[in-house]
């Protein structure tokens, strides 16, 4: 397979134009059209008007000969690399080798730190199998090193370690493949980082899930408490800050909230305790607005803004009788 290909490679080397004079033809306003040898080869775009595959400044003409030798030679290659597996009559299909963990995780990532992952590889195929590994994405292999001992063909069953370090540096989530090669096909283990992050929960919520604080009827005289509940499940805290949408109106007076400012902290559940003492009858709504932020860079950056819909009613002392009208006898 090697020779065919290096033939192939040579034959096509040879039928490759200066690279020099055809950038200076080019850059004089020259033809798009190199020729000059029996073959020809398209330089910038062919006489068809058809545009080069991206990235490319000529594309080689093949003769029918040499591309057949080329199909043949892939072709050969591709058997080489990979093969059906059978075993008493019966052909194996799927992935030859799970990981565990299932999905490679790195959660909660800080940049400047260095993480450790191990992975078991077992052969879940019916026989005999190996594998080698792939290269990871060129956009994020700088970011990882691995430490593997090629374990040659693996029995059924057999299980073999791969130790994954991760040293993140930006601030911003992975989510990836970690390739393997089997002689059965290629293997793609999921692999996902993701940086540290503030997850918040709010509750009461009323039904179109907004923050709520309905005091209900409150006699007239007597005060009646609500709490707001912020659980955070995330691994980084956020600051926040409570304030009335209408500061000088009436029920904003007769209301009090505190802490008015602090912070949700990580795995953390926090507290708004609002207290509602009313002064006058009569039913009352306003909006309050919480601000949070956590400071974060990049995708663990968290900012934003919610209202809190807060609304109750004072009613006058209510006076029951037993019957509607009664005789004085006056």
């Known amino acids: ?49 058809e545009a080069l595959p ?18 043949a030679a892939k072709e050969r290659q591709k058997q080489n690399m990979m093969s059906v597996q059978r075993c008493w009559g019966r052909e194996f299909t799927g992935d030859a080798f799970l990981a565990k963990p299932s999905i490679i995780a790195f959660d909660d990532f800080e940049v400047g730190k260095r993480y450790r992952q191990v992975i078991e590889v077992t052969n879940v195929s019916l026989t005999f199998n190996q594998f080698k590994l792939l290269p990871l994405d060129d956009k994020y292999k700088e ?6 001992q090629p374990p040659g063909r693996m029995s059924a069953g057999v299980t073999r370690f791969i130790t994954l370090w991760f040293a993140p540096k930006l601030p911003e989530n992975i989510v990836t493949t970690f390739p393997i ?32 604080i309905d005091f209900g009827q409150v006699l007239s005289g007597e005060t009646s408490i609500c709490v707001l509940k ?82 109750g009613s004072c009613i006058d002392v209510p006076i029951y009788v037993e019957q509607e009208t009664y005789d004085m006898k006056t």
């Open 1 to 49: 397979v090697d020779r065919d290909l290096s033939v192939t490679a040579r034959l096509l080397e040879k039928r490759r134009p200066h690279r020099a004079d055809s950038l200076e033809s080019h850059e004089m306003g020259g033809p798009t059209v190199a020729g000059g040898d029996e073959g020809g080869q398209a330089m910038l775009g062919d006489a068809s008007g």
């Open 143 to 148: 970011f990882f090193e691995i430490e593997f």
């Open 54 to 71: 991206e990235g490319k400044l000529w594309v080689p003409k093949l003769t029918k000969l040499e591309e057949q030798y080329l199909a």
């Open 181 to 212: 090669l089997a002689k059965t096909g290629k293997i793609d283990f999921p692999l996902r980082c993701t940086t540290k992050k503030t997850v918040l929960t709010v509750t009461p919520q009323d039904a179109d899930e907004n923050p709520l």
């Open 230 to 311: 912020v659980k955070n499940t995330g691994a980084l805290a956020a600051k926040f800050e409570i304030e009335p949408e209408e500061p000088g109106s009436g029920f904003v007076e007769m209301i009090s909230w505190d802490p008015p400012k602090s912070e949700f902290k990580a795995h953390g559940m926090t507290n708004v305790t609002f207290t509602f003492k009313p002064t006058a009858v009569g039913t009352f709504t306003t909006t309050f607005k919480l601000s949070i932020a956590n400071g974060a860079p990049g995708d663990a950056k968290f900012q934003e803004k919610q209202r809190v819909l807060v609304r």
